[in-house]
Nanobody, 123 residues
Framework: QVQLVESGGGLVQPGGSLTLSCAASGSFFSINRMGWHRQAPGKERELVAVISSGSGTNYADSVKGRFTISRDNAKNTVNLQMNSLKPEDTAVYYC?????????????????WGQGTQVTVSS
């Protein structure tokens, strides 16, 4: 019903920058919160940043001041601008979102995930 497709990952040197993008498509009424998570090899998936439908944001302490999350509600996209990248930022980055579906007389919220995009920070 909903597809999330990430793009923009790749290899970057320490101190460099990357911008990840995530585009949502499919059938839904609206989108509530959207966010980015990441999972490094051998580690659990962790929250990186979230943004509400009103563009309120929250960041993991490890990325505050370096990463910026933004969204375009008209295009159903969410971006993650990553600056001053460090080797410890290396991970697969996943986009996710809480999508509202209209079902009969009710509205239900379903969380969807993208397939992930690899970010490698290395010299």
């Amino acid at each position: 019903q909903v597809q999330l497709v990430e793009s923009g990952g790749g290899l970057v040197q320490p101190g460099g920058s990357l911008t990840l993008s995530c585009a949502a498509s499919g059938s839904f009424f609206s989108i509530n919160r959207m966010g980015w998570h990441r999972q490094a090899p051998g580690k659990e998936r962790e929250l990186v940043a979230v943004i509400s439908s009103g563009s309120g944001t929250n960041y993991a302490d490890s990325v505050k001041g370096r990463f910026t999350i933004s969204r375009d509600n008209a295009k159903n996209t969410v971006n993650l601008q990553m600056n001053s990248l460090k080797p410890e930022d290396t991970a697969v980055y996943y986009c996710n979102g809480d999508f509202v579906h209209h079902s009969g007389s009710r509205y239900i919220v379903v969380n969807y995930w993208g397939q992930g995009t690899q970010v490698t920070v290395s010299s």
